[in-house]
């Protein structure tokens, strides 16, 4: 089945900076993969998600970039701001079959300090 | 729009007693379900998976089973709680017309047993 990596586990850093988180993963089969943002206490929300047929991705201040070949994708935040402190979850999926079932990352707590 | 409800919110109860946890969506038909296990705030463990009424995958082998009474219906049950399944539980689904990929989360149960 799928393995999914995410790194790091936690990440600080200033307000205005940037922050990116990695994942790889194992299944070639996966070809689309989202990233979802959990504050405390709160249910995880998609924030951005990329396909295979695309190699990058950008909403506002969220881009994630998707390099097939090494089998990796990440989610760059620019401008950080204190409201961006989540924990963030990348995941990957098959499109297409018929559950839909995604493999997580197991998570990575950012902290953006004022 | 679709909606997706899940309660209790938290759930105290003592170690040995029965568990059933209730998720139900509104707005689409035929929607995959999931239950998932977050402990600590990290790390989003698939537990049960729904394509239909009464077909149910099992991820991980444990205390917990859970069923699919109607479309729309997810129950994730117990018949005696341990403390090990103390954590956060969230139901979600997927399947919307749009974005088939796309899981949408409940709100959560925090579920303590003591």
């Known amino acids: 089945g799928e393995n999914v990596e995410q790194h790091p586990s936690t990440l600080s850093v200033q307000e205005g900076d940037s922050a990116v988180i990695k994942c790889t993963y194992s299944?070639?089969?996966?070809?689309?993969f989202p990233w979802y943002k959990q504050e405390l206490g709160k249910r995880p929300q998609l924030i951005i998600d990329?396909?295979?047929?695309?190699g990058e991705k950008k909403d506002q201040r969220i881009a994630v970039t998707l390099n097939k070949t090494a089998k990796h994708f990440s989610l760059h935040i620019t401008e950080t701001q204190p409201e961006d402190s989540a924990v963030y979850f990348c995941?990957?999926?098959?499109?297409?079959?018929?559950?839909?079932?995604?493999?997580f990352g197991k998570g990575t707590l950012l902290t953006v300090n004022p | 729009s679709q909606t997706i409800h899940q309660w209790p919110a938290t759930l105290v109860q003592p170690v040995g007693s029965p568990l059933s946890l209730e998720c139900t969506v509104e707005?689409?038909?035929?929607?995959?379900l999931y239950w998932y296990r977050q402990a600590a705030g990290r790390g989003l463990q698939l537990l049960f998976y729904?394509?239909?009424?009464?077909?149910i995958s099992s991820e991980v082998p444990q205390n917990l089973s859970a069923s699919r009474p109607q479309d729309r219906q997810f129950i994730l049950s117990s018949k005696k709680l341990l403390l090990s399944d103390s954590g956060f539980y969230l139901c979600?689904?997927?399947?919307?017309?749009?974005?088939?990929?796309?899981?949408?989360f409940g709100a959560g149960t925090r579920l303590s047993v003591l």
């Open positions: 299944d070639s089969a996966s070809n689309y």
């Open positions: 707005g689409t038909s035929n929607p995959n």
């Open positions: 729904s394509v239909g009424i009464g077909q």
């Open positions: 995941a990957a999926s098959p499109l297409g079959g018929s559950n839909y079932k995604l493999t």
């Open positions: 979600a689904w997927s399947g919307g017309p749009n974005a088939k990929n796309i899981q949408y």
């Open positions: 990329i396909r295979s047929n695309v």
